[in-house]
Every structure is written in C-alpha cells, then in structure tokens.
C-alpha cells in the first residue's frame, strides 16, 4: 500500500547546491541571518535579543539532505545550534541535529573540531532514517512495518536550521550560562544539498522512485562502522535510561539501533 500511494503522487526530484539565494528563506532573526560569498555561504548568529533561522522554500517527502555546516568557535555555553526536517501542523514528525554548546576548549557531542566545516547529513527513504556525519553513519532508524513504533511516511517536510540561547538546560544541564560578553554567537552553512522529492499532487517529470537513495539501507560494513562509532563516541543512550522511562521503555528500543 506504501508503494502504491508513493507511485501514485509522483513528487518532483529536487537538487540544488551552494547557493542560499534561491530554495531558502528567513525564518526569525532579522539581520542575524547573513548571506555572503554570492549565496555560497550562510551564517546565523545569536545575540542577547534573538537568535535566527532559515528554512526551505520547498517541502519534501523522503530525500538525502546534506549541509556542511561549521558550528560556533570558541565558548558556546548556552547556545543550541541544530538542523533539521520538520512537518508543519498540530501533530508533527521531526528529524533532528542538535549542537548543546560548551565551555571554550571542549568538543561539540558529535565532532571534536569546531574550527571546521563538518558534512551532516540525513537520509530519509520509505525504509530507514540515516543520520550521517562526514559520511559515517552515526544512527539508523528502521521503518518497522510490523510493529507500532512510528515511522514519518506521509507527512512532508521542510530543511530548517537555527541558533537560539538555551543556559537553562543546554550546558551541563545549566549549570553553565551563556556569556553575553562573546556575543554574537556565529553558525556558518555552505554546500547544501537535497536529493529529494517535492512535495506536490499530480504528475512529475522525474519520479522519485528511480533513485538509489530511496531504497538504500546499511550494507554490512556500514554497519559495522555505526556500531564502532557509537561504541566509542555515544555518550547517551535514551534507550538504556530506565530513570527517564519508569513504566517501560518506547517501543524502538527493543529492535532498533
């Protein structure tokens, strides 16, 4: 029935790069949102007063969304940077990169250098979600079609990124506040891609269901590496925190990595 419904609405295939002239728009943030280089590069900064954001001018229904995105330097105590897919409505699916900031010296959870552009990408098909950093699989996210754990199917989403101040919770669960006096706090975005589907009812000229993309899943390598990776690197696992979940863990954690 998936296959069906996906043949019968034919999204667009969509692929752009580089420039954040055209397919992007400003969300909130005013003149915090900078674009530079003849729309190669994007920055978005956090002051006292707000933070900002951006978002797609499309909307997509499964894809492989890239960006190389170099998080803020420095002392970034407070602030959250992220990037991510999200519906719109008052029931939502959302995909997610969050960056919690940190005391200057210290690494970001999910790369250790700050000082670069790093490539984060997602890739989103009817099977799996694969969260990816520089390449290396990081968390996959199968579509268990025989049990009830949710899987985001037939919502679409739009690309969104932002920074905003979060001391409350973001650092050490606040206990480290955000330092205004190294304001502004400065995200830079280049290189952004969407092998996607476009959302949009009726016929295409190019169906998605031709590309490699939607149907691939880990092969056994990249398993492996995903499994070394969180063995090393994982610092938190909701699926182990009993303390979070007292009357019984979701439903993914039994058959999901």
């Keep these: 029935m998936k296959l069906i419904l996906f043949l019968v609405v034919l999204p667009w295939m969509a692929v752009f790069a580089r420039n954040f002239s055209q397919n992007f728009d400003l969300t909130w943030g005013s003149d915090r949102v900078r674009i530079l280089n003849n729309g190669e590069l994007l920055t978005l900064s956090l002051d006292k007063d707000s933070g900002s954001a951006f978002q797609s001018n499309n909307e997509y229904l499964f894809g492989k969304i890239s960006v ?103 650092t050490k669960g606040g206990l480290i506040k955000t330092d205004w006096s ?22 295409g000229a190019y169906p998605c269901n031709s590309n490699s993309w939607l149907a691939k899943q880990l092969d056994a390598p990249s398993l492996e590496r995903l499994m070394w990776v969180q063995k090393h690197y994982m610092i938190y696992n909701y699926c ?14 039994a058959a999901t990595t």
């Design 240 to 253: 182990i925190d009993l303390k979070r979940f007292p009357q019984g863990l979701p439903l993914e954690c």
């Design 68 to 170: 190389q995105l170099k998080l803020v330097p420095g002392y970034s105590a407070g602030t959250v940077t992220s990037y991510y897919l999200t519906s719109q409505g008052s029931t939502w699916d959302e995909m997610d990169f969050e960056f919690l900031g940190n005391l200057s010296g210290d690494p970001y959870t999910v790369h250790t250098n700050v000082t670069d552009f790093h490539t984060y990408s997602i890739l989103w098909n009817p099977h799996v979600i694969i969260f990816y950093v520089d390449g290396t699989p990081i968390r996959e996210f199968k579509n268990l079609d025989s049990t009830k754990v949710p899987f985001p199917e037939s919502r679409a989403m739009r690309i969104h990124s932002s920074i905003w101040n979060a001391d409350d919770w973001a």
């Design 182 to 203: 190294k304001a502004p706090f400065t995200a830079s975005f280049r290189n952004i891609s969407a092998q996607a589907c476009i959302w949009a009812y009726g016929s």
